[in-house]
């Protein structure tokens, strides 16, 4: 790739980026205070990190069955309000076991 070609992709991403974050202050000058906005707000953080973990935690093992055991195991420990440590570390153990024995 060209340098020329390279600044231009980079200030292109630069100014998209930039303009995502800057339009919803110049639009939204006062608090939001409908409910169902405020809490379709609330919920982004969550969904994003949802889309981005998810998918990865199917290509992180040799298999898809210990990424889904251990996916599973993660979600079953986190209903029973476990700490972030403790579900992380029963996934781990349930992909190593898995992938032991497959």
């Known amino acids: 790739m060209e340098l020329k070609t390279f600044f231009i992709y980079l200030l292109l991403m630069a100014g998209t980026t930039y303009l995502i974050r800057v339009i919803p202050f110049v639009l939204v000058n006062r608090k939001v ?31 898809v069955i210990s990424a889904v055991s251990g996916i599973l195991v993660a979600a079953l420990v986190s209903l029973k309000c476990r700490s972030l440590v403790v579900v992380a570390a029963a996934a781990c153990i349930t992909v190593y076991l898995v992938e032991l024995f497959v």
Do not use: E
């Not at 906005?37 to 994003?48: N, Q, T």
């Open 33 to 63: 205070t409908n409910k169902y906005v405020r809490s379709f707000l609330y919920y982004i953080p969550y969904a994003v990190l949802a889309a981005m973990t998810v998918p990865a935690a199917f290509y992180a093992t040799r298999s």
